[in-house]
């Protein structure tokens, strides 16, 4: 597509339930990255997938904290046992090739868990 | 791992006035530096990078420049006007990888 592509863009969610937050990259781009904003806070980086080599998950606050990248294309970010403290924007973005450029980001799902 | 350091969090600057915003960087091998404009209920956009082999880049009423001995890089933007006002966060990559670590941010708010 022309942009990266999040959904849903808003997401309510009783503590203690499995969210699932989806991202669409931009068609060839390789790597895709997951950020988390909480409220008037900085980008915190969360996980990285480029190509085919293994993800660098150094970024996780928990093992609640999952995701997979399918395909190399379309990435599922999974909250599992949700807490207040997970409320935050989640910020998709995708880059093109295999040296670091700068990234284009998607529009963000605001999760509010309560 | 790499450290990034923005400075100040907020500016407020009078219309037609510049507007520096200053970031520190700890490692020594990053060789890309972007910096990213976000309106309040907006995603982030890239508005300037620069490359390690130059020390400077414009682009109209902005501006980067990096001192890589010094490890530091400062956005300039002249003649500020109200639709500048936003965050803008500054970002070094990771070791030899594309992973990005962003400054905390500066909000910039232009008086008109």
Do not use: M
Request: contains cysteine.
């Amino acid at each position: 597509g022309a942009g990266v592509s999040q959904s849903p863009s808003n997401k309510v969610t009783e503590k203690g339930k499995d969210v699932e937050l989806r991202c669409d990259p931009i068609s060839g781009h390789t790597a895709l990255y997951w950020y988390r904003q909480s409220l008037g806070q900085g980008l915190e980086f969360l996980i990285y997938f480029q190509g085919n080599s293994a993800p660098d998950k150094s970024g996780l606050p928990s093992d609640r904290f999952s995701a997979e990248r399918t395909g190399g294309s379309v990435s599922t970010l999974t909250i599992q046992r949700t807490q207040q403290e997970d409320s935050a924007v989640y910020l998709c973005a995708s880059s093109f090739g295999f040296t670091v450029n700068g990234y284009t980001f998607g529009s963000g799902t605001r999760l509010t868990v309560v | 791992g790499e450290n990034v350091e923005q400075h100040p969090s907020t500016l407020s600057v009078q219309e037609g006035d510049s507007a520096v915003i200053k970031c520190t960087y700890s490692d020594s091998a990053s060789n890309y530096f972007p910096w990213y404009k976000q309106e309040l209920g907006k995603r982030p956009q890239l508005i300037i990078d620069i490359r390690s082999n130059v020390g400077e880049k414009k682009d109209q009423r902005i501006a980067v420049t990096l001192n890589k001995t010094a490890k530091h890089f400062s956005l300039h933007i002249t003649e500020t006007q109200p639709e500048d006002s936003a965050v803008y966060f500054c970002a070094a990559p990771s070791g030899a990888t594309n992973k990005l670590i962003f400054g905390t941010g500066t909000l910039l708010a232009v008086q008109p």
